[in-house]
């Protein structure tokens, strides 16, 4: 049997009326929260936003979330296979899914 | 639509870019900065964790004429020499200004520090802390640029043309992720400085965001692309255990400073077979050793996991944590101790030696179109040194931008309907099914294609079979699902990405079907040697919508 882990992630425009979805992923050891995300973005639910440039490295530290309750790295974080809890950051405003705002106010379009 | 107007729109904030933004922006020119990730996170830069070349001569007596040597020797014949000497030469004028711009280099002894690489014959590589030189260039730019009046910097924004008319470009389109929306963009002059392709091939080192939008932007505006057959693949990237946090191209200062052995599945040694001299010195070539690795994983010699062995075993654990000290933790905390395991690794892609056509004012043929950077095709011939692409990322965005500036026609002569082309295909891509095959997955098909068939081995027959079938995935490029919703929607910047892939894919394959012999990092297992008769470079432009090649002689030194 394939190894499979419940991804819950939080959805939505705004925190307030958001909810969670609970996808099913493949599971390998070691494998990291992002590897997972992009994995549903890929395989299950391309209208998931996320944000990561370089992956694996820890290099861009753009993938900033809050995973089991703790803000971490997504592609640092290691995916559990009982299941992972993955939501936007909680003191920045939500753009959509798990993108909050993060640029600095002076590289933004207005 | 948002309109905007500036003297020079820089597309791209990696090294190349920001560099290019500071250069102009000093010139006294307004600059536009975009980036499709966040100003100076994305791209290849940040993820650049080891070291510069620059010939500062402060470890040992060096010159920019001996780097130029070594830089030449590399490329197999085929360099530039006018652009590998702009990065030779002017190299170390960066290495320092950014020093004063508050990079704080390694230093020893009152100097910077410079360590040997293979192919330097001086010891002249800078670096910050070993694996975060990367990050911390790009800290040192984008507090740099961020400090510039002029420079207004825009982050998930990513250009999807480039407007030309009377052979001047004048502006761009762009689309806005975080409000779904393009946006049109005034210039009087403009630098591509938007990277590599690593994202058309399924294993890659470097970051996502690059998947040839340079080359395709350039290509489609009339621009000459260069040698786009020579993609770089970084011969030993980590392959298993599953590491995170890592460059997967860490192990290189490892096997610099301590020597580790490459070892095949049966745990013998190998790259001698391949003409590589390795034993004790490990400073073969990246393309040999590519080449060497995978020529004993198809026969049946690799690893578990379709690689080689990378073995630290006969090095004493505090030989190991003496010189890599908080990487060896990190490593342990991944599971690997190196004193009781190998590591498996395999060839990754990592760079471009080929890309945009400049001349030495980093033009292309499209008056007010410049490139910096990866982008840039060339300077490295066939086959880059270690070391230099960051060096080129710096020497050549301070040329592009200063010469983008000092071009900068007086008016941008826009005009609104230059964006008709691009905004009737942006509605069109509203009007989309939202469920069915998505651009996503149309660039795992791609990355699969281009591994299989212009990875590290290619042949004439896979090639021609690679070509057939890009062009029936580039038939389906109509019918992929878009997503609902403005905000964020990765789709759309996913389907931009893709019509990147596909043109800079069928460039690669092209280039490749018609260099007919080995050099460098172009191995044809059907050509399997060099030909004189191709030391000249390969230039390939579109003409009513197909990509035609034409050779020219190499460009010489001047000297």
Redesign the interface.
Known sequence: MPRVTPLRVRRG?TRDDGFYQIYEVPF?????VLDALRWV???R??????????????????CIALVDGVVE?T??A?LKEAGTTVGPLPKRPV???L?TD???E????R | M?HLTTDVLVIGAGGAGMYAAIAAAREGRSVLLLDK???G???AT??A?MTVAAAIGQEEPDSWSLHLEDTLEAGRGICNAQLAEMLCRLGPDRILEMEGWGTRWAREDGHIKQVGAPGHRRKRCCYVDFLST??AVAATLRRTV?GMQHV??????SAIEICVSQGRARGGVAL?L??GSL?TIAARSIVLAAGGLTKIFRRSSA???MAGEAYWLAIEAGAELVDMEFVQFFPIAHLA????????IMWDPFRYKLGGRLLNGRLEEFIHRYGGEDEGHYTVSRDLASYAILKEVEAGRGSPHGGVYLDFRHIPGDTLRKAFGPVIDRLLA??IDLTRMPVEVAPTAHYHMGGIAVNDRMETRVEGLFAAGEAVGGANGANRLSGNAITEAFAFGERAGFFAATAAATDTGWSAAYADRARAEFAELRERKATGH????M??SIQDLMWDNAGPFRSGDNLHKALDTLRGLRDRLDDL?I???E?????LQ?WYEVKAMLRTSEAVLTGALNRAESRGAHQRIDLPHSTPGFEKNQRLALVDGHLIASWTSVVRCLA
Do not use: W
């Open positions: 425009s390998e050891d070691g494998m990291s973005r890929i395989h639910d391309s209208s998931l936003a996320i944000r990561y440039s370089c992956i694996n490295a820890n290099a861009c530290k753009t790295y592609c640092t290691r753009i959509r899914d993108v993060t640029a600095p002076d590289e933004k379009l | 948002t990730n966040l100003v996170r994305g791209g940040v993820m964790q990367g990050p961020a207004r910097r825009l982050s998930n924004v806005d975080s409000t946006v970051s996502t965001n255990p599953r590491l995170v946090g890592m460059d997967p991944n599971g998505t651009p996503g997955a660039q795992n699902a997503a609902p919703g905000v964020f929607n990765l789709d996913d």
